[in-house]
């Protein structure tokens, strides 16, 4: 089942989460990106490719230091908050 990770919210926290993830994904042809504006499409073939992307971003944003507000907020298999981007996991 095709899902999508939708990065919304203001232009450099929306970059930094599409580019941790885009960071996160193993084989550049397990999705494909739709540009919005500012905002970012990330349509995988499954829900666990999704998923995992997402987990390894979280990883990266605390190994750089960068998860360390209080609006920064992490769900596993639903949405990630970075600063003033969000990225949420649905399906398409």
Known sequence: MKTQI????????AFTLYSKINSSVKFADDFEVRKDFFNYRLIFKTKKLAVDAMAGAYQRLKRDEMFSNEHDSYRRGEYLSYDAGKAEISRY
């Open 6 to 13: 939708y990065i919304s919210g203001q232009v450099g926290s």
